[in-house]
């Protein structure tokens, strides 16, 4: 069988460190790469020298999702390595102006409609050129949901969208292996994160309820251990998903509790549910809000209504409230 080793690289985010794994095989294989940071660099140089290689010997790299601490580092491959990944995270890899236009544009309308105050979109970001710690390099070979590589045998492609769209993860039944990227990690919640509209798509995802899909699929599977993108591996992986999404429920508890009490905009209720934190970091606490109403809202408990600047408020649906 394969060997395996996992080098923790450190990146600029709040988690200090990613995983990448290192497979030896028919082909050299690295899942994930860091950042397109100095640190990132140096660090997987390191990783690879103590086990023998080089970053040249690395034949392929499989990306488990598109977020810049998973494929950061892509350009620093050499040429003729086999770039694999799902097809969503095609436009994040090439970056083409078109596509940075309409993501910052798709935000900003966005933050309108869900009650976000002009002194905070002015300060969104605009990403002129490239998303911060990205590097722009295509895939060669696109995977979907139950591709077996033969590039690197004995493993079947699982699509897992939720944390990101483009989220597969790697499973090998003759062991219960999983690479799993950040699709569930020991220490803490995987961030449902909002993404625009691809490919002519006319609605955005719904990162919440998809993420709680893919962990229930992964809770049915026979798996004996996850090797995730941050921490420790995961080993009982029926356990934790129950307990996350226990915790889940909880929280859109809340936020349908506050909704019975009065109609309010995302934004609205995200500064009730973080109020030390919202400010400081908006967008993944508005992603985190917009995961609960999409969850309520899919459940039937609540519904949209547009108000006549064109902003969105959120309301309990009649039927439900006395339940
Ligand atoms: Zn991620």
Redesign the pocket.
């Known amino acids: 069988m394969n060997k395996i080793h996992c080098l923790s690289i450190p990146v600029p985010y709040s988690m200090q460190t990613v995983n990448v794994y290192l497979i030896e095989g028919d082909c050299l294989t690295l899942i994930d790469t860091g950042t397109n940071t100095t640190e990132s660099l140096e660090g997987l140089k390191l990783g690879l020298k103590e086990l023998g290689y080089k970053i040249s010997d690395v034949e392929q790299v499989i990306l488990t999702?598109h977020?810049p601490?998973?494929s950061g580092l892509l350009e620093v491959f050499r040429d003729d390595a086999l770039i694999i990944g799902h097809d969503r995270n095609i436009p994040y890899l090439i970056q083409e102006d078109s596509f940075l236009i309409s993501y910052v544009h798709f935000f900003t309308n966005l933050a309108r409609k869900l009650g976000v105050p002009e002194e905070f979109i002015k300060l969104m970001p605009r990403y002129d050129r490239k998303i911060p710690y990205s590097s722009k390099r295509k895939l060669t070979h696109t995977v979907t949901e139950g591709d077996s590589l033969t590039s690197l045998e004995g493993f079947t492609v699982i699509y897992t969208p939720g944390?990101?769209t483009s989220h597969i993860a790697l499973y090998r039944e003759s062991d219960g292996l999983l690479f799993g990227?950040?699709l569930l990690l020991e220490k803490i919640s995987s961030n449902p994160l909002l993404e625009p509209p691809l490919n002519g798509e006319i609605h955005r995802p719904r990162p919440l309820p998809q993420y709680n899909q893919s962990l229930k699929r992964i809770a049915s599977m026979p798996i004996q251990q996850i090797y995730t993108?941050h921490g420790n591996p995961v080993v009982d992986v029926q356990s934790l998903v129950e307990y996350r999404l226990e915790k889940q429920q909880l929280r859109a508890n809340k936020v349908y509790d506050l909704l019975k009490g009065s109609p309010l905009t995302a934004y609205e209720v995200c500064k009730e549910i973080f109020p030390k934190v919202y400010q400081r970091q908006l967008s993944l606490t508005m992603s985190e809000t917009v995961g609960q109403l999409d969850y309520l809202e899919d459940l039937g408990k609540i519904k949209l209504e547009e108000r006549e600047d064109g902003t969105l408020v959120y309301k309990p649906n009649e039927h439900s409230v006395s339940n």
């Open positions: 999702h977020h601490d998973h944390h990101a990227g950040d993108g």
